[in-house]
């Protein structure tokens, strides 16, 4: 079970955008980094193709992070917080936060 999800709204921790918060768009497990909005953004010019309908220009994009640059949001505590993963008594494993304890999501 991993600790980062696609969807789940992070905290940055390190790096030029230190505290800012977005949301996972892309995980790349193999490279164990993560592409999130709003996050690590670059410009990148782009040459128009006008076979294919596309405009020239300068266009913004967001390029991965490293995953351990990064905490889950605790909404409770307004702060990013650690993940653990624990198994209920009937079999199901959670994530939880390890400052508050409280249930991040319960998976099947």
Same mark, same amino acid.
């Given at each position: 079970?991993?600790?980062?999800?696609?969807?789940?709204?992070?905290?940055? /921790? %390190?790096?030029?955008?230190?505290?800012?918060?977005?949301?996972? &768009?892309? /995980?790349?497990?193999? +490279?164990?980094?993560?592409? #999130?909005?709003?996050? *690590? %953004?670059?410009?990148?010019?782009?040459?128009?193709?006008?076979? @294919?309908?596309?405009?020239?220009?300068?266009?913004?994009?967001?390029?991965? #992070?490293?995953? @351990? *640059?990064?905490?889950?949001?605790?909404?409770?505590?307004?702060?990013?917080?650690?993940?653990? /993963?624990?198994?209920? +008594?009937?079999?199901?494993?959670?994530?939880?936060?390890?400052? %508050?304890?409280?249930?991040?999501? &319960?998976?099947?």
């Amino acid at each position: 079970m991993n600790r980062l999800k696609k969807g789940d709204e992070v905290v940055v /921790i %390190t790096g030029r955008d230190k505290g800012k918060r977005g949301t996972i &768009i892309n /995980i790349l497990a193999k +490279e164990n980094k993560l592409v #999130i909005e709003g996050i *690590n %953004t670059v410009k990148k010019h782009v040459k128009a193709n006008p076979n @294919a309908g596309d405009r020239g220009g300068i266009i913004i994009k967001s390029i991965p #992070i490293q995953a @351990a *640059n990064v905490m889950l949001y605790n909404p409770s505590t307004q702060k990013g917080s650690r993940i653990g /993963i624990r198994v209920l +008594e009937d079999g199901r494993k959670v994530r939880y936060f390890k400052s %508050t304890n409280e249930v991040v999501d &319960i998976q099947v």
